[in-house]
Every structure is written in structure tokens, then in C-alpha cells.
């Protein structure tokens, strides 16, 4: 929270409101042309007006004396009533807010959410017929994502894809370039997004779009590399130099946000505390901290059966 609460500003204005009557009432009719105590002065005042405002809350004398301060003070001294006024802007806002009582620290935007997605390593799209469709739509029926990345496709060009596999999705995919049913990258997104598919920025197995909000642009990236490529392999240097170009890329873009999410087939206890670290785990953990990304999740994304669970997707 970055104010906790307009209440313990309001106790503390009750203290100042006391002290000030239990001074001579004389003095609060000097007319105030200190700037630094027009500066106090003003939110002092505004404080105690939306004090009043509230009298739900707060029906005390109290306050009503000290309004009735405020009305003989504009009343005898106007001329310090505009200088007064021209002051009274810059605290409004903040003392709304101050009073509001639920400033989050992080509100984020002001609609429900930004957009939602999910990501999903399937072992492949077409298998029994395509019948992990039926899943997909059972599990979005519920949460109605905006966009549904999906790892190991295992699509090639001689696969035809049904038509309106999604309703009101539009589906798009990135195959290996031996062109064989192994791996891939495939993505769902909603129809209604705004959106604009960037093939000038991604790589094989890769899908890169644009979503513009507003005026401001959010680049989403679904990524698989495989595991056959090993550690000082030049298949897997050349997959980091794929990355580092495709974050450079996007940064001259000046995106508002950026995500990256995939099957980088890679181990590294710093994505899951539990989990163990190889050194492609560790190779891509160190590019991605180099470029400052963050791992979102931390929970393990892989569990099978006799094998410890690993945070790889």
C-alpha cells in the first residue's frame, strides 16, 4: 500500500484542529503570507473540509468549529482566498487519494486484466486425431484465455489441419526445419485481440506477434528448443544467439512489455528451488538474467512419474 490509511491522517488532523482551538482565537484570523505556511496550510484545510464531507464517519463539534474558522477567515481576509485557491489544485488529488483507502501499491491497469494466455507442452497436436483440441476447448471454456501457446506441435507440411479447430481463434504455427513431426511451436490467439503476427522477428520454432493497447505495444514469444541439441553444440549456440537477437530486435521496437514462453528443455534451480540445474539450464538462466527477464513461474512445469519434477516449460 502506499498510504495505509485516511484515518490515521484524519486522527492526526483531529490533534492539529485541538492544539489550534486551545490556542487564542486571534491568531488564526492573522492573515497567512508565509510560503511555506500556505504550503501546510492548504492540505490542513482541504483535510478537514472532506472531513466534514464524510459525516458518516466523523460528526463530531469538533470539526464543525474549526469549518466555522475556515468560513470567518475567507470572510475577513478575501484577498487571501485567491492565493489560497491557486494552491488548492496541486493538494486535491493527493488528498482524495489519501482518503480514498484503497490505494493498491501495484494496481496495474485500471481494467480487470491486461490480457490472459496459457502455455502448454502437449507432445503433439495432431495425435489421435487432433483429440488434444478437445481438451484445449474444455480447459479454455473455463478460463477464456486470450492466447494459448502450445510446445511440441509435432507438425509438418503434409498435416492438414482442421478448420476451426478454436472458435473465434485463430491458430498459427512455426515447424522445425528438417520439416519432420518433432517439435515446434504453435499459438491460439483470440480473434478480437489486436494483434499482428512479426515472422521478420521470430526464428524456426518460434512465434512472435504484437499486441497493441493504446498506444503501447506488448510482444509475446512462444519458443521450443530442442533437447537433442546439447550443451556446446553449435545447434545450441546458435539457439542463444537467436534469442539474444530476437530480445534486441524487440527492445528497438520500445515494447511496453515483453514475455517469452516455450519448452527451452532446460534445467536450473533458480526457475524452481527444488529443482536440479544442467548446463543448458544454466547457459540459458544466464542469458536471460544478462538481458534482465524474470521466471513468472515457479512451480515445477514437468512431472512425470519416477523422475524428479523440473520447471522446463
Known amino acids: 500500500m502506499v498510504f495505509t490509511s485516511g484515518y490515521l491522517l484524519i486522527l492526526i488532523t483531529e490533534v492539529i484542529v485541538i492544539v489550534s482551538l486551545l490556542i487564542p482565537f486571534w491568531i488564526c484570523l ?9 504550503f501546510f496550510q492548504t492540505p490542513y484545510i482541504w483535510i478537514n473540509i472532506f472531513h466534514l464531507m464524510k459525516a458518516n464517519e466523523v460528526t463530531s463539534a469538533l470539526s464543525h468549529e474549526s469549518f466555522a474558522i475556515y468560513c470567518l477567515y475567507f470572510h475577513l481576509f478575501p484577498k487571501n482566498v485567491l492565493s489560497l485557491c491557486k494552491s488548492l489544485t496541486r493538494w486535491f488529488v493527493f488528498i482524495k487519494l489519501i482518503l480514498a483507502n484503497d490505494v493498491e501499491r501495484n494496481p496495474g491497469f485500471f481494467n480487470s486484466h491486461l490480457f490472459t494466455l496459457c502455455n502448454w507442452n502437449l507432445n503433439s497436436l495432431g495425435k489421435d486425431n487432433f483429440s488434444r483440441i478437445k481438451l484445449i476447448q474444455a480447459h479454455n471454456s473455463l478460463y477464456e484465455y486470450d492466447l494459448i501457446s502450445l510446445c511440441e ?16 481463434y485463430t491458430f498459427i504455427s512455426s515447424n522445425n526445419q528438417r520439416n519432420t513431426k518433432h517439435g515446434g511451436a504453435g499459438l491460439f490467439y483470440r480473434n478480437s485481440l489486436p494483434i499482428i503476427v512479426r515472422n521478420d522477428l521470430s526464428f524456426p520454432e518460434s512465434l512472435v506477434v504484437e499486441i497493441g493497447i493504446g498506444k503501447k505495444k506488448i510482444f509475446f514469444s512462444v519458443i521450443y528448443r530442442s533437447p537433442a541439441y546439447k550443451h556446446g553444440t553449435p545447434q545450441f549456440d546458435a539457439f ?6 530476437l530480445y534486441a530486435n524487440i527492445k528497438k521496437e520500445k515494447p511496453f512489455a515483453l514475455y517469452f514462453t516455450g519448452d527451452f528443455n532446460g534445467h536450473s534451480n533458480l526457475w524452481w528451488k527444488d ?24 512451480d515445477p512445469a514437468n512431472m512425470e512419474t519416477k523422475k524428479k519434477p523440473t520447471c522446463i516449460d
Open 30 to 38: 492573522i492573515p497567512i503570507t508565509s510560503s511555506l505556511f500556505y
Open 240 to 245: 542463444l544467439q537467436n534469442y539474444r537477437t
Open 275 to 298: 529443482g536440479d540445474t544442467n548446463n543448458e539450464g544454466r547457459e540459458i538462466e544466464e542469458l536471460t538474467s544478462s538481458l534482465g527477464l524474470h521466471q513468472i513461474i515457479d
Open 153 to 168: 506441435t509435432s507438425l509438418n507440411d503434409t498435416v492438414e489441419l482442421p478448420l476451426n479447430m478454436l472458435d473465434n
